[in-house]
């Protein structure tokens, strides 16, 4: 079994004779908040849908959470909590009423549903929203509440797909402060995104280019490997060589 939160060797996806993904060789410590960072079409969200067992590898291989992805998917999924690029909870149903649903479908307790829901709620500060429906309360608390419930079953690693888009710069730090208590709490954080500024609070980051991964480090190794004093110049340099 990995030593790692996530391993992978060799990571590589094609969709005939195109490669979306390519050699992707990586890992994630246990407890790390994890930068995946690329341009559209680079190839993170196929890399994502391969480490959350959704797609299989054309070749190599990977760890999740103890478990290898090709062959022990369904105990990958247990494991893992994951948050879509899209608000993934149901908006015809109210706070409460999605929690609920969430929780029997990650097979927990009534009574662990009752008493996680009250921390969960307490924790973002929605407890006066538990009867609302979802569409009515702002897209700040919504995509709070999403982490939340993609949390709700103590998932040894969770996967946030581009989870601030949208929202305001403050509850876009909010966001990060409920990531950092996550990490902090042990889990382990790999979290896409197309803000730099938020790159920076990764304790590593990758950025990806056509399908491979074209730098990685901590936020200050890679500034310094490429000559670069900010991420937004970084970026540029590797996705639009010649116009940094």
């Not at 079994?1 to 994630?28: K, N, P, Q, W, Y």
């Not at 196929?46 to 992805?69: C, F, H, K, N």
């Not at 829901?117 to 569409?135: D, Q, S």
Request: aromatic residues 8%; negative net charge.
């Amino acid at each position: 079994m990995s030593a790692f939160a996530i391993e992978t060797h060799g990571l590589t996806r094609r969709f005939g004779e195109f490669v979306a993904v390519r050699d992707l060789t990586f890992h994630v410590a246990q407890g790390e908040v994890f930068g995946f960072l690329g341009a559209n079409g680079a190839g993170k969200t196929t890399a994502m849908r391969m480490l959350i067992g959704l797609l299989e590898p054309s070749d190599g291989s990977a760890q999740v959470a103890g478990y290898d992805i090709a062959t022990d998917s369904e105990a990958v999924r247990r494991n893992i909590g994951y948050m879509s690029q899209k608000f993934s909870l149901y908006d015809d149903l109210t706070v409460q009423e999605n929690i609920t649903l969430y929780g029997g479908i990650y097979g927990l307790s009534n009574a662990q549903i009752a008493e996680r829901t009250h921390a969960l709620l307490g924790r973002i500060g929605l407890e006066h929203a538990r009867k609302e429906l979802v569409r009515r309360i702002p897209l700040g608390w919504k995509q709070q509440l999403a982490l939340s419930v993609a949390l709700l079953h103590e998932p040894k690693i969770v996967f946030l797909d581009e989870p601030t888009g949208g929202v305001d710069p403050i509850t876009r730090r909010r966001f990060w402060e409920l990531i950092y208590e996550t990490a902090a709490a042990g889990t382990t954080v790999l979290v896409t995104t197309h803000y730099l500024d938020e790159a920076e609070y990764c304790d590593r980051l990758s950025i990806m280019v056509e399908g491979a991964i074209a730098a990685m480090g901590t936020p200050g190794e890679v500034k310094r490997e490429f000559g670069v004093t900010s991420l937004d110049e970084l970026f540029l340099q590797l996705t639009r060589p010649g116009a940094a």
